[in-house]
């Protein structure tokens, strides 16, 4: 599924990021980043509202408490200005409160996205104000859950990389022939181990079209070495 949608060309959002922290600017990008959305930061409201492009971005996220002027302040003005009809303004803030929200959309905020490295809250508003699809949700999903196979795969391999290891090693302290038959019980154990990180592997990269898709790296070859 992910494969076909990738295919599809589709033009990539432009966030402004508005914030004094150089700290909050770069975890908002990274989220924003990791969503395709093309991203330019500044650190002021003055900037903000001064900066000079080519084209509007289709959000902007403003934080409260700026040095110079405040982000309510910012919203308003940027609301009245003819070239940012239509783009989506999301109060960036610690302010976690009803009555906060409340004063935000009174100055012209369509959201309010509490400070936090949860990047399924910025989904949620982005998809509220439909700058983020469901395809782009699952997308996100199926990477999260890719990444966690990885994960598993790993730990997997190396719990069979041990154990083969602690069987040679007990061999060769007690004298016995450094020849270790593939039928110990132990080592086939942990070659079956070794076989499903191996299916596993191999069905978490398999692409919608069918073809198999290269693995990243992990233990699996250092066991089959281990293992021949």
């Known amino acids: 599924m992910v494969a076909v949608f990738k295919s599809i060309d ?5 966030a402004l990021v ?3 922290s150089r700290i909050a600017r770069h975890v908002l990008k990274g989220m924003l980043d990791r969503l395709d959305f093309d991203v330019e930061t500044v650190d002021s409201a003055e900037h903000a509202l001064n ?3 080519e084209s509007r971005p289709h959000v902007v996220f403003m934080d ?9 302040e910012a919203v308003r003005k940027l609301r009245a200005r003819p070239d940012m009809a239509g783009t989506r303004i999301v109060m960036y803030t610690s302010q976690d409160s009803d009555l906060f929200a409340d004063v935000a959309r009174v100055a012209g905020a369509d959201d309010v996205f509490v400070k936090t490295a949860d990047s399924s809250k910025l989904e949620k508003i982005l998809f509220r104000l439909d700058l983020l699809s469901e395809f782009a949700i699952l997308e996100r999903y199926e990477e999260r859950m890719r990444l966690e196979t990885v ?9 069979a990389i041990g154990s083969i290891s602690h069987f040679l090693e007990r061999r060769s302290g007690s004298g016995e022939d450094s020849e270790v038959s593939g039928r ?5 154990a942990a070659a079956i181990i070794a076989a499903l990180c191996v299916g596993l592997a191999l069905g978490s990269f398999t692409g919608e079209s069918g073809n198999d898709v290269e693995p990243p790296q ?4 250092s066991v089959a070495m281990l293992v021949d």
């Open 51 to 53: 900066r000079q492009s």
């Open 64 to 72: 409260h408490l700026l040095p110079g002027m405040q982000g309510l």
């Open 184 to 188: 110990h019980p132990v080592l086939r």
């Open 218 to 221: 992990t233990g699996v070859e």
């Open 151 to 159: 994960q598993r795969i790993d730990a997997m391999t190396e719990h």
């Open 18 to 20: 508005v914030d004094d």
């Open 10 to 14: 589709t033009p990539r959002r432009r």
